[in-house]
């Protein structure tokens, strides 16, 4: 714990000469921050001294005269120019630029006094303090044993926020820098268990450097009563317990691990696939050659078809010159065929009108040989003028002698 409030910012006021205000403001006093300074001035009651002595002096010329008393009343005129330059000196007050005096009168606080020189002639008016009003002022608040959503509690989450103090009176009058840092301590404790309490383990650490905005708005309506506002945050480191942080050492070697594994099987896989690639570039380009010689080949076939199938014509073209040929013979003969028969025929028929002549005569002829051997009847009477078996016997043996005579004699 007492690590723990040696990390925090600590912010207190301080009670110092005019001197050393500014140096207090800028720089803090050992290692705490310092916003407020009381001021601590005995100037303006320097000059009663002097006047004392002046009135005492002044006395003593009254009462001695002569030589003496001049120069008691010439010392007495000195000692009350050395209390008037003391007193204007001490009625000077200069604010330092970006720091705001806090002025009093009669203790009570009336007004703010901005950068640069002011005067206060009255003894009962007073500066209370000088606030440092435009610093961004840097805080550091580390939390210890802020349990997360599964109630782990981190080692230590380091809360970063910068505040500057916009209303110097609200601060110094309700609050004072001492009581303020216990004020923001508690109020950033809260926020940062808040936001732990939201977050699982495994990612804590995604706490750091994430948007606080919402912590930042929270803050700054806690504080905005003081006269404070929060101008930025962030969280800087996160702490795990020594426990979880083997645990997740193991678990970040672990998928260290997966990666590397997985970094040399994309490796293995991308040569596999290189080689495959390699492969396939080479199978196409033997399937090119391929296709280049079957492409070829077809072209040698269309050609040797070509040349056939024109040979085959031609051949067919010579047989059929050779049938066209034959049949123009064979025509040629049929015709002079058909003419020899048509000179033959009109030759015959020339003939006809002879032969028919011929035939004619012939035929008187036949018909002539015909008549003269034409039978003749023969009448065989008999008695009774019935034809008896025997005459017709006998006819029968005398008829052939009797026609073969006459033929022979048509002859």
């Known amino acids: 714990m007492s690590d723990t409030r040696r990390e925090f910012s600590r912010i207190r006021e301080a009670v110092a ?10 720089s803090g006093e050992e290692g705490q921050l310092v916003p ?3 001021p601590k001035d005995r100037r303006r009651a320097r000059w009663l001294f002097p006047l004392a002595i002046s009135f005492y002096l002044l006395g003593v010329a009254v009462f001695s005269g002569g030589i003496f008393g001049g120069l008691a009343l010439f010392l007495s005129l000195l000692m009350l120019i050395i209390a008037g330059i003391s007193f204007f000196l001490g009625a000077i007050v200069e604010i330092e ?9 009669w203790g009570q606080i009336v007004g703010v006094m901005p950068p640069g020189r002011h ?3 009255w003894p009962w008016e007073k500066v209370e303090a000088v606030v440092d009003t435009s610093t961004e002022i840097p805080y550091t608040a580390p939390v210890m044993a802020a349990p997360t959503r599964e109630n782990v509690p981190l080692k230590s989450i380091e809360f970063f926020l910068k505040f500057r103090i ?3 009176i609200a601060f110094v009058r309700r609050l004072g820098a001492s009581n303020f840092d216990l004020v923001l301590s508690s109020a950033v404790q809260d926020a940062i268990r808040q936001r732990a309490r939201r977050v699982e383990t495994e990612r804590a650490y995604d706490l750091r450097g994430s948007d606080v905005g919402d912590m ?3 803050l700054n309506r806690q504080l905005a009563r003081y006269g404070v506002r929060i101008t930025g945050a962030n969280i800087p480191d996160v702490q795990l317990p020594d426990q979880y942080q083997q645990h997740l050492a193991t678990r970040e070697r672990v998928a260290k691990e997966l990666q590397a594994y997985e970094r040399e099987w994309e490796l293995i896989k991308k040569q596999r696939i290189d080689t495959l690639l390699l492969e396939i570039e080479r199978a196409k380009k033997v ?24 040979e085959k014509e031609t051949e067919a073209q010579r047989v059929r010159w050779e049938i066209e040929a034959r049949g123009r013979a064979t025509l040629r003969q049929a015709e002079n065929e058909a003419r020899s028969l048509e000179y033959l025929g009109q030759a015959y028929q020339d003939n006809r009108a002879v032969l028919q002549y011929e035939l004619a005569r012939r035929r008187l002829q036949v018909a002539e040989t015909l008549m003269k051997r034409a039978p003749r009847p023969i009448v065989i009477q008999g008695d009774g003028g019935d034809t008896s078996a025997l005459t017709t016997l006998i006819a029968a043996q005398l008829l052939p002698k009797l026609t073969g005579n006459a033929d022979g004699t048509a002859e």
């Open 166 to 168: 916009e209303d110097p």
């Open 119 to 121: 005067y206060l002639w």
């Open 216 to 218: 930042q708005e929270l």
């Open 17 to 26: 000469t005019w001197s050393l205000i500014r140096q207090l403001l800028r």
């Open 36 to 38: 407020v300074v009381i």
């Open 287 to 310: 399937r090119d050659a391929k296709l280049v010689e079957v492409r070829e080949a077809i072209n040698k076939a269309r050609q040797d078809v070509a040349r056939m199938l024109q």
């Open 97 to 105: 630029q970006g720091t705001t005096g806090i002025l009093s009168r």
